[in-house]
């Protein structure tokens, strides 16, 4: 499977400040990347579909002036959470899909757990 | 809308034990449906699959997908505690990028 890794893998901000979660692909060119969000004891929630070079696609209900998400390369995508507040602690992830055969399955990184304070 | 729906939330069994956890979707034009485990951090791929009745197996894991009652089924022989963990179903619609994720099992073993 692919590897995939997303840094930090645990940040505590204070509230109002911005913070930046990076994803990258280490083993191979990755056009399409996602981001999820999971709340405890919740299943993953898909916020977005990023794709290398254009602006990507929020889901419904997620502000993309909040969740800001730049696909720059192939190898990288990051989520900035800007003027974050206390309610968008969660548990933050990337996953991308893989090439080939593995192309209908998504491999996702470690994970970013975030705490607003 | 695309739908996927796990049971049970929730199962807590005895080490050694056998367990069955089921995956049912809606999903326009279904291409395939996948199973995740996660434990404290992000899921890991578990298995992937696309046809009806072959079975996948992995070790003490086994799946396998019934496209005729839109189904799947992840089995877990000699359960071991490590095995505990949330056990995530998506299926993957055709032409669509996401996937579509269930709500996930809770899998306890106790020792």
């Known amino acids: 499977g692919a590897v995939v890794s997303q840094h930090p893998s645990w940040v505590i901000c204070k509230s109002g400040t911005s913070v930046k979660i990076e994803c990258r692909s280490l083993?191979?060119?990755?056009?399409?990347m996602f981001w999820y969000r999971q709340f405890p004891k919740q299943s993953l929630m898909l916020m977005a579909t990023s794709n290398e070079g254009s602006k990507a696609t929020y889901e419904q209900g997620v502000e993309k002036d909040k969740f800001l998400i730049n696909h720059a390369s192939l190898t990288l995508s990051t989520l900035t959470v800007t003027s974050a507040h206390p309610e968008d602690s969660s548990f933050y992830i990337c996953?991308?899909?893989?090439?080939?055969?593995?192309?209908?399955?998504?491999?996702f990184g470690e994970g970013s757990w975030l705490t607003v304070v | 809308e695309d739908k996927v729906v796990q049971s049970p939330l929730s199962l807590v069994v005895h080490e050694g034990d056998t367990v069955t956890l089921n995956c049912s979707y809606e999903?326009?034009?279904?291409?395939?449906l996948l199973w995740y485990k996660q434990e404290k951090k992000a899921p890991t791929f578990l298995f992937m699959l696309?046809?009806?009745?072959i079975e996948k197996k992995s070790g003490r894991l086994s799946s396998i997908l019934d496209k005729k009652e839109l189904s799947s089924i992840l089995n877990i022989t000699a359960t071991q505690t490590g095995d505990s963990a949330i056990y995530l179903c998506?299926?993957?619609?055709?032409?669509?990028?996401?996937?579509?994720f269930g709500q996930g099992t809770r899998l306890t073993i106790n020792p």
């Open positions: 996953g991308l899909r893989g090439e080939g055969n593995s192309g209908n399955t998504i491999y």
């Open positions: 999903v326009t034009n279904f291409r395939s």
């Open positions: 696309t046809s009806s009745g």
């Open positions: 998506a299926g993957h619609p055709q032409g669509a990028q996401k996937l579509v």
């Open positions: 083993d191979f060119q990755a056009t399409t």
